[in-house]
Nanobody, 116 residues
Framework: QVRLVVSGGGLVQDGESLRLSCAAS????????MGWYRQPLGKERELVAS???????TYAEFVKGRFTVSRDNAKNTVYLQMNSLKPEDTAVYAC??????????WGKGTLVTVSA
């Protein structure tokens, strides 16, 4: 059974940090393209960062320089380190493991709330 467990969300103040984790079982994240997404309340889901199987990394412009995506192969876990958080970063964050067309898996989102 494939599971992606997302954790690490919570309530922080403007300028503080959080680290989100996306822990997988039943699949090997090393061969997946991992994506961190977020969906602010009432808005569309947006891609925050991605990490490919060959360690290619992309970031959305609105998080560049503040967020870092990484993978721990031994733990089969992908992380999103979020620094200098802003109120506009408030959203539900989720991870996705993409293997090929029609084969992808989502973790249940975690709420990140940044107060002013």
């Amino acid at each position: 059974q494939v599971r992606l467990v997302v954790s690490g969300g919570g309530l922080v103040q403007d300028g503080e940090s959080l680290r989100l984790s996306c822990a997988a079982s039943g699949i090997d994240l090393r061969i997946a393209t991992m994506g961190w997404y977020r969906q602010p309340l009432g808005k569309e889901r947006e891609l925050v960062a991605s990490l490919s199987s060959d360690d290619g990394i992309t970031y959305a412009e609105f998080v560049k320089g503040r967020f870092t995506v990484s993978r721990d192969n031994a733990k089969n876990t992908v992380y999103l380190q979020m620094n200098s958080l802003k109120p506009e970063d408030t959203a539900v964050y989720a991870c996705k493991a993409y293997y090929r067309a029609g084969v992808d898996y989502w973790g249940k989102g975690t709420l990140v709330t940044v107060s002013a």
